[in-house]
């Protein structure tokens, strides 16, 4: 039995049993008790009532394939090839580089509810309580090769925004793959990350997985144990739809990525730009152990960060460089 088996029955919010829940899962009361436990370690909130049994402290709303694809749009139905929802993965952009093992791939969108090795950029793990998170990976093959994908990571962020606008949150966008939003003690922290991976020929053909994970509501004690501050979509959108969200973040990606090698990262500039949280502020560059002060300019069209350094510009490529705020 998985976690999500349990996560779904307590989904509702209502109260529920120890005889019920064993009775539902096939399982003894006993092994209730212990998949309790893994909840609550988790970080996720569950009370006990007394004589009756468990309920979440807040109800959330399972992942629906079917009801995912059915809110998709005509040319994004169109253009995807087939969506998986998985309870529990490693990370999900580890099934779609699978699948493209297999020969298939392209097309496709994994959503998990749980990742149990999820990393961002420089190998920062990403671990996420089941069912609190927004978090997918979109596989695409592209024809002309890795230089036709400059940019490629800040039109993700645009479309993540765009979508997020429509749902009332007012996002920015953070150099190169991080997207934040002001917290109700009004600071700007990060609330989903961006990770695209690639391999295949650097002039031909190549296989590409994008991965983003968003944080939909965090606890305070996931909070303070995430050691730095981080929003959440529920802070400001409290009653979102998850699957709502899925799928227009589904459509919003296959259309960027269906005119991305032809249009390039130029037909986004402007749109990131206009979204870029640290435009013409005092940042700090650290590339490796060297760390230098700038002030923050804007996106090229070919997705780089130009910064202004002791009076001379400064182009950043991407890779490991951290752009930072100033105190």
């Not at 089941?130 to 002309?144: E, H, N, T």
């Not at 400001?236 to 998850?242: A, E, H, Q, T």
């Not at 899925?246 to 990606?253: F, K, V, Y």
Request: net charge negative; hydrophobic share 45%; charged share 25%.
């Amino acid at each position: 039995m998985t976690i999500g088996n349990l996560m779904r029955l307590l989904s509702d919010g209502d109260v529920h049993s120890g005889e019920q829940l064993g009775e539902a899962l096939g399982i003894s009361r006993a092994a209730v008790w212990k998949q309790l436990k893994k909840v609550e370690a988790s970080g996720i909130g569950l009370e006990a009532v007394k004589g009756r049994g468990y309920r979440l402290m807040q109800a959330l709303t399972p992942l629906d394939g079917a009801r995912i694809v059915e809110q998709l749009p005509a040319d994004a139905r169109r253009r995807l090839v087939r969506l998986f929802v998985e309870d529990t993965l490693p990370t999900s952009n580890e099934f779609i580089r699978q699948r493209f093992g297999q020969g298939a791939g392209h097309g496709e969108i994994c959503f998990v509810e749980q990742q149990t090795a999820g990393r961002g950029r420089r190998g920062r793990r990403w671990d996420t309580p089941w069912g609190q998170s927004l978090m997918l990976s979109v596989g695409w093959r592209f024809d002309s090769g890795v230089a036709a994908l400059e940019g490629l990571s800040l039109a993700v962020g645009v479309v993540v925004s765009r979508v997020l606008e429509e749902h009332g949150a007012r996002p920015q966008l953070k150099w190169p793959n991080d997207i934040l939003l002001t917290t109700p003690d009004a600071t700007l922290a990060k609330l989903a990350g961006i990770l695209v991976e690639v391999t295949g020929d650097a002039a031909g053909p190549c296989d590409v997985v994008i991965g983003m994970g968003m944080n939909l509501s965090l606890t305070d004690a996931i909070r303070e144990a995430i050691g730095q501050p981080a929003a959440a979509l529920a802070d400001v959108c409290p009653n979102l739809d998850r699957n709502a969200l899925a799928a227009d973040l589904a459509a919003g990606l296959l259309a960027m990525l269906d005119g991305f090698e032809d249009a390039g990262f130029g037909a986004w500039q402007d749109a990131w730009n206009r979204r870029h949280a640290y435009a013409g502020q005092a940042v700090d560059v650290t590339v490796g152990n060297a760390q230098s002060a700038a002030v923050a300019g804007e996106a090229d069209a070919d997705g780089n960060l130009w910064v202004c350094e002791k009076g001379r510009d400064r182009r950043l490529a991407g890779g490991e460089i951290s752009v930072r705020r100033q105190p």
